[in-house]
Structures are given as C-alpha cells and as structure tokens.
C-alpha cells in the first residue's frame, strides 16, 4: 500500500511552466506504474503521462505535444510532471496515481484510470490566457 501526495500547482499564465511532485510514502514508488491524470470542471477524468517501474518508459496523451515530462526520483520516492508551455485548456485538478499489477505497454490498461488502485487528493492548476 502506498500513500501519495501531489504539490506544485497554481495559477501561471499562458506559456508558463510548472513542475508538479507525487510524494509517496509506505512503500517504494518502483514497484508501481506510475501516473498522472487531471479532470477539469464538467469532464470526465482523463490521462496525462505513465511512467514503468524502472523509469525507462514513458507515455503520454497526444494533447500533451512534446510539453509535458514525467520522471522518477527514487532517491525521494517521488515522481514528477514538468509541463512547459502550458495552456489555458490544461487548466484542471491533476491527480497521481499508482499501480502494480499491470504494464505501460498496454495502451488500453495505462489511459484507464479504473486500473490504478492508489490516488493523491489532487492539485490545482490554472493556467490564464
């Protein structure tokens, strides 16, 4: 079991960047998949980015565009989304969230959100055109 905890939104301005953190805590974040999702006010909760246990692999939706970056520090047990070039539709509560039992190679598995069992409280971002 594993508790998660996401930090570093706010309100930027059109272009801007933020990083935001999933700090993990009662077990090691490299047993898991790991994920960001967000979902905005009257949308359904959609996938952002997926990284593997090892770090090696990566996914992304395709609105992400080359903008966005999720990595891994195990050192911190944390995981990361950096987004540049961010746009007033990115606006929405971002989530992070956890999996052990399938692989990011399945692209049907990791864009389903039914799939991870452990999620952070959220956090907001706003981004202002």
């Known amino acids: 079991q594993v508790q998660l905890v996401e930090s570093g939104g706010g309100l930027v301005q059109g272009g801007g960047s933020l990083r935001l953190s999933c700090a993990a805590s009662?077990?090691?974040?490299?047993?898991?998949?790991m994920a960001w999702f967000r979902q905005a006010p009257g949308k359904e909760r959609e996938f952002v980015a997926a990284i593997s246990r090892s770090g090696v692999s990566t996914a992304y939706a395709d609105f992400v565009e080359g903008r966005f970056t999720i990595s891994r520090s195990y050192a911190q047990n944390t995981v990361f989304l950096q987004m540049n070039s961010l746009k007033p539709e990115d606006t929405a509560v971002y989530y992070c969230?956890?999996?052990?039992?399938?692989?990011?190679?399945?692209?049907?598995?990791?864009?389903?959100?039914?799939?991870?069992?452990?999620w952070g409280q959220g956090t907001q971002v706003a981004v202002s055109s």
């Open positions: 969230a956890a999996d052990s039992d399938h692989s990011i190679l399945d692209p049907a598995r990791r864009v389903n959100s039914r799939e991870y069992d452990y």
């Open positions: 009662g077990r090691t974040v490299s047993v898991y998949v």
